[in-house]
Structures are given as structure tokens and as C-alpha cells.
């Protein structure tokens, strides 16, 4: 298993400004996720991280929005750009592990309230 | 049509029930399976991966219909601590990305 940390747990921000979500792991892995989760709703993936190129995104959303680092294997950014009240959401991410059972793997998530 | 369907519930059932959720998939394609369990306000938690033959955890099994593209879980003797959302999720192959569905609420009461 990893131990997956995410900065900060939570923020409350105004409107037009821009937030940057930190994801670390403890050991080096392949895969790395960004996803959001709004209110009452299930997970939807934002995009994949790839380390060392631009990151691979979903549709309905764009790098402009929510520009992803991914320097290195154990760390990963996300940022969520000119926030509205729409953005509010819990943003997680994810590792891909293999081992006893090869799957996805979640932060603890932050917590992002747009005013 | 949404690529996983799950019954949204709530399931309200006493302690003690047996319990079963199931969960539709659209993508043939889909390689592996999941479920995994989310509580309130935390992050999702694997449960258990779901194969043709079944598996079993305890008071959890878990069943994957290949034919009919259904999965389901089955929580018997259910304990309060059960009381959380219960995610159907889909991996369609070696992306790596999961299909979540919109989940399944459990409430059990004493």
C-alpha cells in the first residue's frame, strides 16, 4: 500500500482567485489522478497526471481551468483557476497500485468552498 | 445512458439484515471490477474486487455477471458500522481510469 497526502484538507476562497491542491505519495508510482466530487454526486475523473508531459485530460475539462503538474513519480499538483461558486467541490487524487489487487488508490481529499 | 447505473437507494435496513446492491454496466470492453466503500465526508475506500466466480469477505460477496454486464454485492448479518455509500466501479482497461457509478446509500439502523 502508499500513503497519499493532500494539501490543504480544506479552503474557503473568493471567487476569480486560484487555488493549488498538493498531492504526495510515499513511494514512486506510474499513475497518478485527478478527480472531483461535488456535492451529492459521485467521482468524476478531471484528468490523468503524467510525469514529464502535459497532463491528459477528460472532457468538459481544460488545462486552462485546471492546470496539473506532475514532476516528479511521488507528487502532483492541481490547480483550480478563476474560481466561482461552482467549483465547489472535493477534489481527490488518486495513485494506480499494483499489487494483491491492482486499482486506484485515494487521497483523503480537499475540501474547496468558492464564496 | 450512464456507463455504470446503480440504484442511488437510500436502503434503510435493521441491523442484522442481509442486504444486496447491484450495479449495470454499458462497456463490454470493461476488464476489471470493483466496489468500494465511501463515508461520509472521507475519501473512497476499496472493499473488494468482483470476479466471475464470485468472492467472498466475511460478511461480503461480491458477483460479477459478464454475460448480462451486472455486478452485485451481497452485505449479510449488516452491522451499523456498515451505514455508508457503496461505489460500482469499472476499469475499462490499461489507462488505468475508473468508471465510478453514482453510488448506493446504506443507513442501518438499531
Known amino acids: 500500500s502508499a500513503v497519499i497526502s493532500q494539501k490543504p484538507s480544506r479552503d474557503i476562497c473568493q471567487r476569480g482567485t486560484s487555488l493549488t491542491i498538493q498531492c504526495q505519495v510515499d513511494?514512486?508510482?506510474?499513475?497518478m489522478f485527478w478527480y472531483r466530487q461535488q456535492p451529492g454526486q459521485s467521482l468524476t475523473l478531471i484528468a490523468t497526471?503524467?510525469?514529464?508531459?502535459?497532463?491528459?485530460?477528460e472532457s468538459g475539462f481544460v488545462i486552462d481551468k485546471f492546470p496539473i503538474s506532475r514532476p516528479n513519480l511521488t507528487f502532483s499538483t492541481l490547480t483550480v483557476s478563476n474560481m466561482s461558486p461552482e467549483d465547489s467541490s472535493i477534489y481527490l487524487c488518486?495513485?494506480?497500485?499494483?499489487?494483491?489487487?491492482?486499482?486506484?488508490?485515494f487521497g483523503p481529499g480537499t475540501r474547496l468552498t468558492v464564496l | 445512458r450512464k456507463e455504470v447505473e446503480q440504484d442511488p437507494g437510500p436502503f434503510n435496513v435493521p441491523e442484522g439484515a442481509t442486504v444486496a446492491f447491484n450495479c449495470t454496466y454499458s462497456n463490454s470492453a470493461s476488464q476489471s471490477f470493483f466496489w468500494y466503500r465511501q463515508d461520509c465526508r472521507k475519501e473512497p475506500k476499496l472493499l473488494m474486487s468482483v470476479y466471475s466466480s464470485g468472492n467472498e469477505d466475511g460478511r461480503f460477496t461480491a458477483q460479477l455477471n459478464r454475460a448480462s454486464q451486472y455486478i452485485s454485492l451481497l452485505i449479510r448479518d449488516s452491522k451499523l458500522s456498515d451505514s455508508a455509500t457503496y461505489l460500482c466501479?469499472?476499469?475499462?482497461?490499461?489507462?488505468?481510469?475508473?468508471?465510478f457509478g453514482q453510488g448506493t446509500t446504506l443507513q442501518v439502523k438499531p
Open positions: 488518486s495513485v494506480w497500485l499494483a499489487g494483491v489487487i491492482d486499482t486506484q488508490y
Open positions: 497526471a503524467n510525469q514529464g508531459s502535459e497532463a491528459t485530460y
Open positions: 466501479v469499472v476499469n475499462l482497461g490499461n489507462t488505468g481510469k475508473l468508471i
Open positions: 513511494s514512486q508510482v506510474t499513475m
